[in-house]
């Protein structure tokens, strides 16, 4: 069992930055990768990006590239998500998850555990 506990979610104004948080506990041995999805109101969650657990290889959609960077902490097992530029259209929740295989990353269904998810406001 592997536990994630995200933050840093909030508000902030167009062209502000966020940086989030997942910390990972449990069998994080057996993790493979770590996912940030979001899910704005009336739409499908949609893959933001991943980081391989070992290797540290990264994916991030074309939406957020060059604007977005998620790093991880080995010391602490934490996922971070530095977000810049942050636009309207990037409100939304945003939730961590973690998968034990290493395929299908941009889907939701490749992952198996998922934290509480974090509230992005862009707005003024």
């Known amino acids: 069992q592997v536990y994630l506990v995200e933050s840093g979610g909030g508000l902030v104004p167009p062209g502000g930055s966020l940086r989030l948080s997942c910390a990972a506990s449990?069998?994080?041995?057996?993790?493979?990768?770590v996912g940030w999805f979001r899910q704005a109101p009336g739409k499908e969650r949609e893959i933001v990006a991943t980081?391989?657990?070992?290797?540290?290889?990264?994916y991030y959609a074309d939406s957020v590239k060059d604007r977005f960077f998620i790093s991880k902490d080995d010391a602490s097992n934490t996922v971070h998500m530095q977000m810049n530029d942050l636009r309207p259209e990037d409100t939304a929740v945003y939730y961590c998850?973690?998968?034990?295989?290493?395929?299908?990353?941009?889907?939701?269904?490749?992952?198996?555990?998922w934290g509480q998810g974090t509230q992005v406001t862009v707005s003024t």
């Open positions: 980081i391989r657990w070992i290797g540290d290889s990264t």
């Open positions: 449990g069998s994080t041995y057996d993790l493979r990768a």
């Open positions: 998850a973690a998968a034990t295989r290493g395929w299908d990353l941009w889907l939701p269904s490749a992952y198996d555990y």
